[in-house]
């Protein structure tokens, strides 16, 4: 173990950890915001309701995405400095543009969300969180446009008498092929996890409602009708949204066949050329002896995910590392194999997993109906926290698979390390750095589960029952 292996793994759990958050904000933005239009427009206060209720869930998680998202910032510099150094350059245009713009914007109108409410016109007050979710997604294309330089780096060239990459074609990093596809992929899954969270949320206080435990309160009567709606609506977005996620990722593969074929083979297991190439579903293998010892696979399909016919050739690791050698010198140009085939049948099975449950549900809620048993709403429960994870083996999947470059073809992940930080000040921060995310994450779920018991009459309180005529109290008597 080394500063090397540390600095890896701290950056691992804090980005991992932050991207708990994001997917969430990027959707629930736009369903916060929807909710508010649903209200603007027909003035009915259940809508209203939500939109506070589901709102406050909204902020919360905002707040922690911005705290945990800055330290990523001082990841660079901290444990990264070669690598800051030779992307700088480029980094600077698109990072630039996610702060001035995009979360300047974000962070601008959510404040005005926040303190606007019976201060500014209702048009007014709408537009800032149409404003504030525009910004949540435009954030996300500039930092994913950086990142997607990384796995195809276009727009740059490299100064000889610095080694720095310098910037030459801004343009080309924002329109790069890998970071527009990537992107549509990132915010459909954004909104598979945002689905599945109002599902979640609605599905345990149906649940509280039917099978109450001792101490809880009664809720309101119309708290069933908003409950069941927003159920069915989280169904729904996580169903229509679950079908982008597969066309985009059926374009990622296609990239990936293009400009990262070591790691499409290393996802599959594909250790040689194949034409006919099928999908792996369980594989056993000897990553040193380069073989298989048992592939269960469906024929022809790996081949149309990367080429469109499933008779297409797809590269296999063997011959990937060849030609790796052959251009950039001796050396094990092969990604960690076992993470990356397991982490790519758990991003789908995940993911998949959740999108099937939604699809379920709005079957199992047509016409006014609700499902009767207590696992059904458990499962859609469960839905959540494995939509989560099914984004972050998504990320390990991406991340890993680059292996072993910080820049594809440009700079290795062993020469990108500070070198001037040892291995104890690396384990320091790393400790420090669990630990803090570990008490934030109490802190999390405690806000998060606090509200959602105390449901949409704390967000935005009932108005009293009107008493009865015949049995109102007299005011005089004579």
Same mark, same amino acid.
């Given at each position: ?17 932050? +991207? ?37 869930? +909204? ?36 990072? &630039?543009?996610?702060?001035?713009? =995009? ?32 910004? %949540? ?7 994913? &446009? ?11 060239? *490299? ?12 343009? =080309? ?12 992929? *990132? ?10 969270? !109002? @599902? &979640? ?15 809880? /309160? ?8 908003? +409950? ?37 083979? &290393? ?38 995910? @990367? ?75 469960? =839905? ?29 992940? /062993? ?11 690396? /384990?320091?921060?790393?400790?420090? +750095? ?32 009107? !008493? ?8 005089? %008597?004579?």
């Amino acid at each position: 173990m080394d500063a090397l292996d540390l600095a890896r793994w701290q950056f691992g759990i804090t980005t991992v950890y932050h +991207f708990l958050f994001v997917p969430l904000t990027i959707g629930l933005s736009v369903i916060v915001a929807s909710l508010q239009t649903a209200w603007y427009r027909t003035g009915r206060p259940e809508y209203l309701r939500a939109t506070k209720f589901f709102g406050k869930l +909204f902020l919360i998680n905002f707040a922690m995405g911005v705290v945990t998202g800055i330290v990523q910032e001082f990841q660079f510099g901290m444990n990264w400095s070669t690598y800051s150094t030779f992307v700088g350059d480029v980094f600077g245009a698109p990072l &630039a543009m996610e702060a001035l713009i =995009a979360f300047f914007l974000e962070s601008t109108f959510i404040g005005l969300w926040i303190f606007g409410w019976d201060r500014l016109r209702k048009g007014v007050h709408l537009a800032c969180i149409w404003a504030a979710a525009l910004g %949540s997604n435009l954030s996300a294309y500039f930092i994913l &446009a950086a990142n997607a330089w990384m796995r195809n780096p276009v727009g740059h060239e *490299v100064d000889a008498a610095t080694g720095r990459a310098r910037l030459t074609d801004i343009g =080309a990093v924002l329109t790069n092929p890998q970071a527009w596809s990537t992107y549509f992929h *990132v915010i459909a899954a954004s909104f598979v996890v945002a689905g599945l969270f !109002v @599902a &979640a949320v609605s599905a345990w206080k149906l649940m509280r409602e039917r099978w109450s435990g001792p101490g809880d /309160a009664t809720p309101h009567p119309s708290e069933h009708e908003l +409950f069941r709606t927003s159920l069915r609506a989280g169904f729904l977005v996580t169903a229509i949204a679950g079908a982008l996620v597969v066309a985009s990722g059926d374009h990622q593969a296609k990239l990936a066949a293009t400009y990262e074929p070591m790691k499409l083979a &290393a996802a599959e297991a594909l250790w040689e050329n194949e034409q006919s190439a099928g999908f792996s579903l369980f594989a056993v293998g000897d990553v040193q002896g380069s073989r298989n010892h048992v592939n269960v696979q469906i024929p022809g399909v790996l081949s149309f995910l @990367a080429t469109g016919s499933p008779w297409g050739e797809v590269q296999g690791i063997e011959n990937v590392q060849a030609q790796y050698e052959q251009l950039y010198g001796p050396g094990d140009y092969r990604p960690n194999i076992a993470v990356i085939y397991w982490a790519f049948r758990l991003m789908m099975g995940l993911g998949l997993a959740g999108v099937a449950i939604s699809v379920a549900g709005l079957w199992l809620t047509r016409g006014g109906r609700l499902p009767g048993r207590r696992w059904m709403y458990r499962v859609v429960v469960a =839905a959540l926290p494995a939509a989560l994870a099914g984004n972050i083996f998504g990320w390990i999947l991406t991340e890993m698979g680059r292996q072993p470059w910080t820049v594809r073809g440009e700079l290795l992940t /062993a020469a990108s390390v500070s070198p001037g930080v040892s291995l104890g000040q690396v /384990a320091f921060s790393l400790a420090t +750095f669990t630990l803090l995310y570990g008490v934030l994450a109490v802190v999390e779920a405690g806000l998060l589960f606090r509200y959602v018991k105390a449901g949409p009459g704390a967000a935005l309180p009932y108005e009293p029952d009107p !008493v009865p005529d015949e049995r109102r109290d007299p005011a005089f %008597s004579y």
